[in-house]
């Protein structure tokens, strides 16, 4: 019987030959080595949070459902080894469990590790950013069922390459992370306006530990929060005042608002001046990995972009202006952040310090708009998160990474023939 997949924002799918479910690293060897013989090609899917077609698999796919397990806690060394398949949230509650915690995170912690780490996922900090830099070693399913086990001195080239490698060389079975003692975060989220933020953003930015707003389209209207690293008791939000920002405001009415939008696109405007008004200033300590995450129920496609730090401020102004200019109506804020960057190859952040633009489009609306932005934020000298929506061929973005090229002989090495290739990679 065929099985039909799609993502999540029901914009990707795929209609597999097979569809196998492995439990161990063995398993995935023997499938890859009797594809590979076949001629077949492979592809391991996550939770269906990328956006682009990273994950489709129209030949054999492979489902991370078992693939879930701690492998192992080094408290002395400060690492854990997982299945590449286990969720964020599933990870965060072991390591809480063990007293530790990832040193940052994204917005949400609904991913499988492995997926959200191949497609460069990260946080906002200024000193930490993204997923791959916390990675220590890989295990990889290769082209020809081998298994690899690679770090920084054990093939370095395929472990800078494959870090974040959007599953191009092997399929991940095996994660190392370093982490730390758990900590708390104290949070303060307060609305403020566009002229103010752009004025003191690259002060908080070293003043706090993680920084990011939102700034809400066709208005001034901006929603800033401050993470800080906090010794102070635990105090999180209410019950009653949890499910008033965190579900009912930022997304029960998001979703009505957006809805609205939809059908009377005029309104837009006018919504996003009452949805900047809603949210209200508040102060919150609770453990970091519920600090940095927040449920997200709203369905939405969505494009983001890494720029040079000092470029992340100067493209937004122009997107604002471009906005107003040709008149489009967009109802989701746009989201800003700030990282340092990293090493691992493929990373949207490798090399630079970074600042990142997201842009949604809610679900079943026009999204061409995301075409004449990414003209802008490609001048800023932009690199496109590998999960989200973009129009970059491997041509024009070989220049904007600058080991490209050893990136390419390394998948001609340990893939040769593109058992892993999709159409995407």
């Known amino acids: 019987m065929t099985r039909k997949w799609r993502n999540w924002a029901r914009i990707q799918t795929a209609t597999p030959v097979q569809v196998l479910t492995p439990g161990t690293t063995a398993e995935v060897a023997d499938i890859v080595l009797r594809a590979a013989s076949d001629g077949r090609t492979v592809r391991m899917i996550g939770s269906g949070h990328s956006f682009t077609g990273t994950a489709v698999a129209n030949d054999v796919m492979l489902t991370p459902a078992k693939l879930n397990r701690v492998r192992n806690i080094d408290f002395e060394a400060g690492r854990i080894s997982v299945d590449a398949g286990i969720n964020l949230t599933d990870l965060c509650l072991a390591l809480d469990s063990a007293g530790l915690a990832l040193t ?6 609904v991913q ?12 906002t900090g200024k000193s930490s950013g993204t997923l791959a830099a916390m990675v220590t070693e890989l295990e990889l399913v290769l082209a020809d069922g081998t298994v690899a086990t690679v770090n920084s001195h054990e093939d370095p080239e395929l472990f800078n390459s494959a870090r974040v490698g959007i599953g191009a060389f092997g399929i991940v079975t095996g994660i190392t992370l370093a982490v730390e003692p758990k900590f708390r975060l104290t949070a303060h989220e307060f609305p403020s306006d566009y002229a103010e933020v ?23 209207g901006c929603y800033v929060k401050h993470n800080d690293r906090s010794d102070d008791s635990p105090a999180p939000p209410g019950r009653l005042a949890a499910w008033w920002e965190d579900q009912f405001l930022s997304n029960t009415v998001l979703g009505a608002a957006c809805r609205l939008g939809r059908a009377a696109p005029g309104y837009i405007p006018i919504i996003n001046k009452i949805s900047a008004k809603a949210l209200s200033d508040r102060t919150y300590t609770d453990d970091s990995w519920l600090v940095f995450t927040s449920p997200r129920s709203v369905r939405f496609s969505e494009m983001e972009y890494s720029l040079p730090r000092e470029e992340l401020l100067p493209a937004l102004d122009e997107v604002k202006a471009l906005i107003e200019k040709e008149g489009w109506r967009i109802s989701f804020p746009i989201e800003v952040r700030a990282i340092p960057g990293d090493d691992a190859w493929l990373s949207p952040s490798t090399g630079r310090d970074s600042g990142y633009l997201a842009f949604h489009a809610f679900e079943r609306t ?7 932005v990414e003209k802008v934020l490609r001048a800023h000298g932009g690199r496109p998160h590998w999960g989200k929506l973009h129009t970059r061929t491997s041509d024009d973005l070989a220049p904007a990474y600058p080991n490209w090229d050893k990136v390419m002989q390394v998948r001609n090495r340990v893939d040769p023939h593109r058992v892993f290739a999709n159409e995407y990679t």
Do not use: C, K
């Open 104 to 109: 940052n995170m994204g917005d949400i912690r």
């Open 366 to 372: 026009d999204r061409s708009w995301f075409v004449e």
């Open 112 to 123: 499988t590790l492995a997926g959200a780490l191949q497609t460069g996922t990260h946080g």
């Open 198 to 220: 752009r004025e003191s953003f690259d002060q908080w930015t070293q003043e706090h530990d993680h920084v990011e707003f939102y700034w809400f389209p066709h208005t001034e």
